[in-house]
């Protein structure tokens, strides 16, 4: 068995990979709990541990401390110019964030078509690769949480509330201004990113939804399209597989 590492910037995720390829999510922490979390997963099994981490290199060497002390062998996923057919848009590929490159390989390597990857978590990332795996490019802009975050911070007047309901409709109080303001603002970008994606690749692309942060857009607009929670992870299983 294998354990799969993602480190993002607000939560670690775990799973589990079984010698039958078989992925279980054993859990998302918040970041700043990973050798907690990790140090008693570290008594049952584990073959190697294959992590990927956009956060700061203190958890690169957090996770390489712990495999050390429990003997495990560990693989680092990082990005490159070109793996498992996919080829990277960055000139200075290494600068594209490990989280973009595991969705863009997870999705090649199942699908092979024009795709456009819509990952919302801290951050929103949108990612288009074409059917021969060429990676177009993309945009990173604020996740709902961290664009809600910004307005209260920086305001007198703005102020939030509970959950926001599913549909998106123009407001007439601050809280539903915020939220929805902030919805439509993710909503906007995919929209206008989808038409771009159009007119490039010239075809109706695949539209990929993941990232706990799709639950933002409203249901009615995202059933259209495919969801995928755990793409990352899934990226992170294809290394562990193959590499
Ligand atoms: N229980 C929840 N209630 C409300 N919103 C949530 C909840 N869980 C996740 N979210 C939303 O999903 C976003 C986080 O998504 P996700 O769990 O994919 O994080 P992440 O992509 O792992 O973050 P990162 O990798 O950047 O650390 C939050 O910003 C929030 O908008
Ligand atoms: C954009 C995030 C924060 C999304 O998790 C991550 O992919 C990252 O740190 N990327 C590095 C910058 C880039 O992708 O160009
Ligand atoms: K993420």
């Not at 922490?29 to 190697?48: A, D, H, T």
């Not at 307005?151 to 601050?174: G, I, M, P, Q, W």
């Not at 706990?212 to 793409?231: A, N, Q």
Request: proline share 3%.
């Amino acid at each position: 068995m294998q354990l799969l590492i993602e480190a993002g910037n607000t939560y670690v995720k775990v799973a589990q990979l079984f010698d039958d390829g078989n992925m279980e999510l054993l859990g998302r922490y918040p970041s700043g709990k990973l050798e907690m979390v990790l140090e008693p997963l570290l008594e049952k099994g584990i073959n190697r541990i294959v992590f990927a981490s956009v956060g700061p290199v203190e958890v690169d060497n957090s996770i390489q401390r712990i495999a050390q002390l429990a003997n495990i062998p560990v693989m680092q996923v990082k990005t490159l110019r070109k793996d498992f057919g996919v080829k990277n848009a960055y000139s200075e590929y290494q600068y594209l964030g490990v989280d973009r490159w595991l969705t863009l390989v997870a999705i090649h390597q199942e699908l092979k078509k024009d795709t456009v990857i819509v990952d919302i978590g801290t951050a929103l990332t949108f990612d288009v690769l074409s059917e021969d795996g060429k990676h177009l490019g993309g945009w990173i802009a604020p996740g709902y949480q961290l664009m809600m975050k910004s307005v209260l911070e920086n305001t007198t007047k703005v102020f939030s509330d509970r959950d926001h309901t599913d549909t998106l409709t123009f407001a007439d109080n601050t809280a539903d201004g915020l939220k929805n303001g902030c919805r439509a603002a993710l909503l906007g970008l995919i929209e206008y990113g989808l038409s771009q994606a159009r007119d490039k690749l010239k075809t109706e692309p695949e539209v990929i939804l993941c990232g706990g942060g799709v639950r933002h857009l409203p249901i009615s607009w995202g059933k259209h399209y495919r969801h995928r929670s755990e793409l990352v992870l899934e990226g992170l299983a294809l290394y562990a597989k193959c590499r």
